[in-house]
Every structure is written in C-alpha cells, then in structure tokens.
C-alpha cells in the first residue's frame, strides 16, 4: 500500500517523548578516541614518535604514483579498489577477490563491527588491545568484554575463558599496539579452535611489516583454512598513514557481506595508486623494516639498562613502563621540551608507560639521553 506523501509531514507518528533526536544504545558511553598530541613548544623543532608512523617517509615509488594522478581528480575512483587488489594478491599470494580495502583499516574494523554485531552481542577483546575495538563494538550497540592479559600479553586461555553464547566477535591484534607483543602461530590457532565457527576472529595484523620474530604468522595461513577469520591491515605504518589506506582479506562470504554496506568509493584514487606502489615496493618495505629492527632493539636495550621495563615489542615502537604514572608524566614532559613528542598511555589504562615510535637513529639516542633520569634502579 502507498502511504499519502503529506503523512510524512505529520507529528502525529511521535512515540517518544524525546525532543530531539537520540543516538542509538551505547554510543554515548564511548569514550571520545584521544589522538597523541601533536605539538611542541615554540621555537624547538617537532620530533613525531607517537603515532607509529614510519621514520623513512613513503615509498619513492609511491609518491610517484601519488602524483600521477592528480590530473584525473576530477573523475570517481574505481569502486572496488581492484588495482590495488591485484597488487595486493600478487604480493601476498593471495585471491585478489577476496580482499576488500578501505579508508584506513579503521574503515575495514567499523565494517566488520556493524556486519557481525548488533545490540545483545559481545565482542571479546584483550585488556590491553587497540583502542579501537571498543568504539566500535559500542558503535554497533553491542556489549564490550575485556580479557585479563598475562604481562603485558594478550593470554589465549583468559581470552576463551570470557567467551559466551552471546559472543560474536573476537579482535586481537597482533602484535598489539600499544604493548608490542605478539602471540606466536601456535598460540593464535590454539584460540581460533577454541572458538565456535559461528565467531568471527578478527586478526589485524597491522604492523606484520615489522614482525622479525619467526614463531610469527601474519593470519593468510588460518583465513585460508576456516570460514571465520579475517586478517586485518593497513598502509598507515609502512609509509601511508596520510591517505588512509587498509584492507581485509577473508573468506569469500564475508567478504560479500561487507561488500554489501561499504562505501561504494571508500578508497581514494590517490590512496589506491600510492598504496598499490608501495605494496610492491618490497626493497623500501625491507628497508623500514631493518632500520625498525635495528633500533627497536637498540631502543629496548638502552633503555632496559637505564632500569625502565620494555616488554619485548614486535611492532614500530616499544612501551616504556615507568615506576608510576607521576614519573611517566614528568619523562613525557622532558621529552617534549626538546621536541620529542611520545604517546601517554592513560587512555590505554596504562599511566605509568609511555609508548614511543622507532624513529631515526638521533631522535633515539636523544630519547634514550633524557629518559636515562627517569628510570628506577633496583625495580627490574
Ligand atoms: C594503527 C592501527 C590500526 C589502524 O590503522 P589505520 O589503517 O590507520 O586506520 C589498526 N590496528 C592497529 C592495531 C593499529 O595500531
């Protein structure tokens, strides 16, 4: 039946008594996502390390691509992203049409959330995993269960220990950010059999350039075996965090289903052309990848042997625990005076560590000369 146009005009459909409009069940208990600062004082020259972006810059080959498409910016992208997909299959060994890229995997993360999640539902998440992952089960009005970590590690049995009938997604990322650990192979397929095949387990492998540890699997393995896993990834911290590019690669349903809701252009055309040079640019991504390592470890040395705790990291940047939250803010302070810019932690419920970017070889011998201070003998 055709409803009379006017009807639509009409008060008379009011069954609240709300007198404006009310977002839906949980998104005001979202705590705002609080982005690291980005400011120096006047006049000292701006040293980034808290946002995990990449010390090298971009791929030369990226750039490049970026550039050439500046004439056609006028024209819509292609809407599946389909070069960039080919170069990601090509690269990874993997089934072009079953990946989906996205403005950032922030875009994918918010897709998966609002396909598989919906008011009743949980989402599993390790205590201290991505911030992420709570806005957006919130987001899709479902409920946000955090699982205990072992120090500073996500820990499989405390994770399957919180799963219930009501469980429908599980994230972990690995390795995690902001603690730099990671699960090995072994210990990621123990928790995937755990689960019921009706649970999605994301895996978002977002810093799997920097992984060097060869207990390590990045998640193709486990998507190509199952029918409810994802694996996760971005381009924001390989080089490309300015234009915003990510992706999934799944099994082919849920790949369908999340075509269903994304943006029909979700990725833009210059963020398409960077990206899909960079993902081939495999001598650049080697060489962040060294550059990272080396300093990772030079950086968790140096400053173990000042006495402040790095659990061992696998990602851009270590987290540096300090004795309590009042000397994390005074490291973070002095660090900032001479442009060192660091993340605090307390939006993580870590107060007393700071998470610091791999950065080049001057700012890190510059981080490790301040925070010398800081640390506090006899504690290790
Ligand atoms: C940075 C980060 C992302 C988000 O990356 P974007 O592609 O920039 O949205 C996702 N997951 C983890 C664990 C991250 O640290």
Request: aromatic share 8%; hydrophobic share 45%.
């Amino acid at each position: 039946m055709v409803r009379p146009v006017f009807d639509r005009y009409e008060p008379i459909l009011m069954s609240s008594s709300a007198t404006r409009p009310v977002p839906q069940k949980g998104i005001l208990e979202i705590a705002p996502y609080v982005p690291g600062r980005s400011d120096a004082p006047q006049g000292v020259a701006l040293v980034k390390l808290s946002a995990n972006e990449s010390p090298l810059g971009a791929s030369p080959k990226a750039i490049v691509a970026h550039k050439a498409v500046a004439n056609t910016l006028h024209l819509y992208p292609e809407g599946s992203s389909r070069l960039l997909r080919e170069a990601l299959g090509e690269v990874h060994g993997i089934d072009a049409s079953r990946i989906v890229c996205g403005f950032g995997s922030d875009d994918i993360l918010h897709l998966l959330a609002q396909v598989y999640l919906g008011p009743g539902d949980e989402a599993v998440m390790s205590q201290f995993g991505f911030n992420v992952y709570p806005i957006i089960t919130r987001g899709a009005s479902a409920e946000i269960v955090m699982a205990p970590e072992t120090d500073y590690r996500a820990d499989v049995g405390s994770i399957l220990a919180t799963i219930t009938p009501r469980t429908k997604v599980v994230f972990l990322a690995n390795p995690n950010n902001p603690t730099g650990t990671y699960l090995p192979k072994s210990e990621v397929e123990r928790l995937h059999r755990a689960l019921r095949p009706d649970i999605l387990f994301v895996l978002d492998s977002a810093y799997a350039e920097y992984v060097t540890a060869e207990d390590y699997s990045v998640g193709i393995d486990l998507v190509n075996a199952s029918q409810n896993v994802v694996m996760v990834r971005t381009f924001s911290k390989m080089g490309i965090a300015g234009e915003r590019v990510g992706w999934m690669y799944g099994p082919e349903h849920i790949v369908d289903a999340v075509n269903r809701i994304r943006g029909p252009f979700n990725v833009t055309l210059s963020g398409q052309a960077a990206a899909a040079a960079a993902a081939r640019d495999l001598d650049f991504t080697s060489e962040l990848r060294a550059h990272n390592a080396k300093w990772r470890g030079w950086l968790t040395n140096a400053l173990g042997s000042n006495a402040i705790r790095v659990p061992p990291s696998q990602g851009n940047f270590v987290l540096a625990l300090f004795e309590d939250a009042a000397t994390a803010k005074a490291a973070f302070s002095a660090l900032r005076d001479e442009g060192l810019l660091v993340r605090e932690m307390h939006g993580y419920g870590i107060p007393h560590g700071l998470r610091i970017s791999i950065g080049l070889e001057e700012p890190m011998r510059r981080v490790v000369a301040i925070l010398k201070a800081f640390g506090a003998p006899g504690a290790e």
